[in-house]
């Protein structure tokens, strides 16, 4: 297990799935945590974290929100010290074909998947710059490498977040700062559940390990990314995906 004792770590789009199991790994790992959600699911989470013995606070904040989040990232440091580690997890889906897409679909879903992003990070990235230390983690798709019929919108943002990661990584590494992401594959949550048994079965054989991934093995590789065994990693995308991509 990766010891982030003394870090602060701060999850968007925490209440649920991965976002869930990466808040438990992280403070499993010795982090205290920051869990952002606009879920009241976060309540039960924040129980699971402070179990551990780790310090946890919750914020209702919708990361469009850009006024919003700053004023929660002043507070989280007003109170924990610092963020040493984000992970911008946040994320929504409205799938559609291109031809039936609404504007609002395609809107909605850049305005949280990227520039949410854009909003958490712009406010966590000054007391990191302040304190020349901070791991920033964002999470991709396999989607935004490979596509996905019905999902121009979604892959778009996950493709986006590959420049996002890369460029970012290059201006802030002279001050102690990485950037990178994570870019699953198929994981095993409500959302793949939903999907019929067909619906899985043709995902499953574009999978050469035959089985999906669950959110353990997201939450392992942003541990991995958070701690300082990756000190020397950044603008690097982790593809956890059984070999999909």
Known sequence: ???????????????GGIGRTISVKLAESGADIVLVDMSPDVAEVRGEVESLGQKCLTFE????????????????VEELGSIHILVNNAGITQDNLFMRMKPEQ????IDVNLNGVFN?????????VKQRAGKIINISSVVGFSGNPGQVNYSSTKSALVGFTKSLAREVGA????????APGFIDTAMTQALNESQQEVILQQIPLGRMGDAEDIANAVAFLASKEASYITGTILHVNGGMY
């Not at 958490?120 to 000054?126: D, E, L, M």
């Open 1 to 15: 297990m990766m010891n982030l004792e003394g870090q602060t770590a701060l999850i968007t789009g925490a209440g």
């Open 175 to 182: 001050r102690g700062i990485t950037v990178n992401a994570v």
């Open 106 to 109: 395609w809107s909605k879903v």
């Open 120 to 128: 958490v990070t712009k406010a966590v990235i000054r007391p990191m």
């Open 61 to 76: 904040a919708d990361v469009t929100d850009f006024d919003a989040i700053d004023v929660m990232v002043k507070s989280a």
